[in-house]
């Protein structure tokens, strides 16, 4: 499974982005997708999944309310929509996957991730 990331860019507090991730596999419904960031100095981290269908997603609480996760089968693309951008939003956003069949709960932690993408830099000015 190979995972293509893109969006990402500089934006105003408050702004809005979204990113997108195409994964190169035929089978891409069976597979639950997230995303995670990591920032200068930190570790990286959770920010959002969902699971095969699109019927399940999780989110982090810094992110709750704000970013909005979805996917389209038909394209093999999930996307992250973020909203209300704060400079704490600053990172490089990575988009995971689980294995075939794997439950969503693989995409919440890096560390049962088990595809991962380049990341895509999203840097929110105040």
């Known amino acids: 499974v190979q995972l293509q990331a893109s969006g990402g860019g500089l934006v105003q507090a408050g702004g809005s982005l979204r990113l997108s991730c195409a994964a190169s596999?035929?089978?891409?419904?069976?597979?639950?997708m997230g995303w995670f960031r990591q920032a200068p100095g930190k570790e990286r981290e959770f920010v959002a999944a969902i699971s095969w269908s699109g019927g399940s997603t999780y989110y982090a609480d810094s992110v709750k309310g704000r970013f909005t996760i979805s996917r389209d089968n038909n394209k093999n693309t999930v996307y992250l929509q973020m909203s209300s951008l704060k400079p704490e939003d600053t990172a490089v956003y990575y988009c995971a996957a689980g294995g075939r069949n794997d439950a969503i709960v693989v995409v919440t932690t890096a560390f049962t991730v088990k595809y991962w993408g380049k990341g895509t830099q999203v840097t929110v000015s105040s």
């Open positions: 596999v035929r089978t891409f419904s069976s597979y639950a």
